[in-house]
């Protein structure tokens, strides 16, 4: 009797430890994401008997634990990374490329954005599988702005009307401390920012000093206010009291411009893709934001860790992450029929979404974007012309790529 | 002979500890502040080169570093005097011979030193918020607008020098405590006897006396208000436009923000510097003095 007993608890413990002692991911995701992920795990779990320990890290936080984490060995096997660290990380060799697991996976190109994708590729290959999305969108009131503007023309045609209606008010808001605004139009306008090599500045080419000078014009016409972001009390108060009409800003605005706009504005403001300089160019180019899953390259756990990425990759998963995060899903086949495509306010992200580009993606982008700002503010307020601005810009850009260029060059001699 | 040897068997534990934890370690970086040491150095250690003093030359041409700099020197400048002030007056009133409950008073007074200064400053962002801040009702009572403390330029430097005088000054209230009960009593009696005023007697008497006290809290609070850091790391990250960034801040920054390694250790050798000299003009001062 007592054999017989024993004998059907090794038996029952044999069944249940196949799964445990099996793997145990370890998965760092930043922010709300990574304290709602842990909802969608459960079912991962059961499917694969594979064990997830995710650990949340806080934004701000976020890129010093990762880079230190590398550098100290203790790289988890799966991590959430802003689609922009991808560059720098893989800089440093901290990243598993994934084009040998891509083969034969669920996960497929052609169901992803491709400007998006492209954040995820560094010299020709893949570190990274696009989570969410994210993008800039044009906000703006329908009733001092009844058609979209497509053109920089109509843009600006579009301003002037405002500006005749509310002579004492404006008709954007540009915050002069960012660098997206700037970034933006000169993208749209097809400048590169950086040399195709990424090692010089490209800030002196005529497309980059053009939109410069469309966007220092909108501040002299005074269609913009020269207002810094920590100087715009509340950006909803703002639109809703028409100071200006039109504001650049992402997805997770719509959800705030809901909540915090007062009722009588409710249906009198909509969104719409960037307008372009040239008609034929419509939708101008935004930019590719969101958030990507990679795989560390001192994992031990490759293929667990790539089930994990497929199974958050499912459009099912995807859409159930939406609901949880309102986090725009990465997977094209989510947008038709679900929840997502059911706000009209997003649509204009569907269709901006096709015409993103990254940035350059060289790990000194972040600190060449941060003088993007400066200068472009000194421009505003009068401190710099549009030509010393780009010359200055060029400078701080070439000196900052000195490095890159050097160890470029000892690659190439070996 | 055996004496001295004794000796050195004493201190040797203590030098060992200072030699493994401090001497290596500061060596380690002033060799770190010649190289460029960054990210592409985590990939392949190849990636480093000497440099010699080019970071010293870039740091110095760096507008950031010179923002840093002011911010850190604004906040020592003020912040510094104001908390010794503050003390010496906490220490005469806590050793006051009118006062009563002396313990309580010192143990409350204190109380903010040993307080962690995370948690201290996480508490102090709730009381400095614009909207539901205590601060700001206090102020609304008064008919004082609302003031943005931690979001305006203006204010956020302030609004941390307000939390380190509170936080700090009861360290050096307890060394001014000290320092006031070992002044003889008979000094002030024939400072009386004389004539002299409580007033006299605080000018003639009590801050001559406590002027020792006075260079040692001088350097320490120095030393400690140019190593700000916590403070601005938590509230406001070293903003709103750099305003609150300071030179410890910024070699974080550099370090383990953007792994410029090379540059960050360049930036600690400056702030010794400064340090440094801060304290040597302080000891100088002190012995012009007759």
Redesign the interface.
């Given at each position: 009797m007592n054999f017989k007993f024993q004998f059907l608890f090794l038996l029952l413990l044999a069944c249940t430890s196949r799964p445990t002692t099996q793997e145990n991911l370890k998965f760092w995701g930043l922010g709300h994401e990574g304290e709602v992920v842990a909802q969608l795990l459960p079912e991962f779990t059961r499917r694969t008997g594979i064990r997830v320990e995710v650990q949340q890290i806080p934004w701000s936080a976020a890129h010093e634990k990762l880079l230190t984490a590398y550098v100290g060995d203790a790289t988890p096997d799966v991590a959430q990374m802003g689609n922009t660290w991808i560059p720098e990380f893989n800089a440093v060799r901290a990243l598993e490329p994934l084009d040998p697991l891509l083969a034969h996976s669920s996960v497929n190109e052609k169901n992803y954005f491709p400007g998006i994708w492209a954040t995820n590729v560094v010299d020709g290959m893949l570190y990274g599988v696009p989570w969410y999305v994210d993008t800039r969108v044009l906000f703006y009131r329908t009733d001092l702005i009844p058609q979209p503007p497509r053109t920089w023309d109509e843009w600006l045609a579009a301003m002037r009307r405002v500006k005749q209606v509310h002579p004492d008010k404006y008709a954007i808001l540009l915050p002069t401390n960012e660098y997206e605004p700037v970034e933006l139009m000169a993208m749209a306008n097809g400048a590169t920012l950086l040399n195709p090599e990424g090692t010089h500045g490209a800030f002196r080419d005529p497309r980059f000093v053009q939109a410069m000078q469309f966007y220092a014009d909108l501040f002299r016409n005074g269609y913009a206010p020269v207002l810094s972001n920590t100087q715009v009390a509340s950006v909803y108060q703002g639109f809703a009291e028409a100071e200006y009409a039109m504001y650049i800003t992402g997805p997770w605005n719509v959800g705030e411009f809901h909540k915090r706009l007062p009722k009588s504005m409710e249906g009198k403001w909509a969104t719409t893709p960037m307008p372009a300089p040239r008609a034929a160019d419509y939708p101008g180019t935004s930019m590719a934001g969101g958030a990507s899953l990679v795989i560390f390259r001192g994992s031990q756990k490759k293929d667990a860790a790539w089930k994990l990425i497929e199974f958050l990759s499912e459009p099912a998963q995807q859409i159930r992450f939406y609901e949880l995060t309102q986090d725009l899903p990465a997977h094209r086949e989510t947008w038709s029929g679900s929840a997502v495509a059911k706000d009209p306010e997003l649509k204009a992200f569907r269709e901006q979404l096709e015409h993103v580009a990254p940035l350059p993606r060289v790990p000194e982008y972040e600190q060449i974007a941060t003088d993007v700002a400066e200068n472009g503010e000194a421009v505003v307020r009068g401190r710099m012309t549009v030509q010393q601005a780009v010359t200055d810009l060029d400078r701080k850009a070439d000196s900052l790529l000195t490095k890159r260029r050097w160890v470029l060059a000892r690659i190439q001699q070996r | 002979m055996n004496e001295r040897r004794a000796a050195i068997l004493f201190i040797a534990p203590a030098l060992a500890v200072i030699l493994l934890f401090f001497l290596i370690p500061a060596g380690a970086s002033l060799l770190l502040s010649i190289t460029?040491f960054?990210?592409?150095a985590?990939?392949d250690v190849?990636?480093i080169?000497l440099v010699g003093l080019q970071n010293y030359t870039n740091l110095l041409r760096d507008p950031l570093f010179w923002k840093a700099l002011l911010n850190t020197v604004y906040y020592a400048g003020v912040g510094g005097p104001l908390t010794v002030v503050v003390a010496l007056a906490m220490a005469l009133l806590v050793n006051s011979k009118t006062a009563k409950w002396k313990p309580l008073f010192r143990t409350i007074y204190f109380a903010p030193v040993v307080t962690t200064i995370v948690g201290v400053a996480v508490v102090w962002k709730y009381l400095y918020h614009p909207r539901f801040g205590l601060l700001n009702r206090f102020l609304g009572l008064l008919h004082i607008p609302a003031i943005?403390w931690l979001?305006?330029?203006r204010f956020a430097m302030p609004a941390i020098i307000l939390l380190a005088v509170w936080k700090n000054f009861g360290y050096n209230m307890m060394i001014f405590i000290a320092a006031l009960q070992s002044i003889p009593e008979e000094l002030y009696e024939a400072a009386r006897i004389d004539g002299a005023s409580a007033i006299q007697q605080f000018r003639h008497v009590t801050l001559p006396m406590l002027s020792p006290t006075f260079v040692f809290v001088g350097i320490i609070t120095a030393i400690g208000f140019l190593q700000l850091f916590p403070e601005p790391y938590v509230m406001t990250?070293g903003?709103?436009?750099n305003a609150t960034l300071s030179v410890v801040m910024l070699m974080y920054e550099q370090g383990?923000?953007?792994?410029r390694m090379g540059y960050a250790a360049s930036v600690a050798f400056m702030l010794f510097l400064v340090i440094g000299f801060v304290t040597l003009i302080q000891l100088r001062a002190q012995k012009a003095r007759p």
């Open positions: - | 460029d960054d990210i592409y985590l990939a190849r990636n080169r943005d979001g305006d330029p990250g903003g709103p436009v383990f923000k953007f792994w």
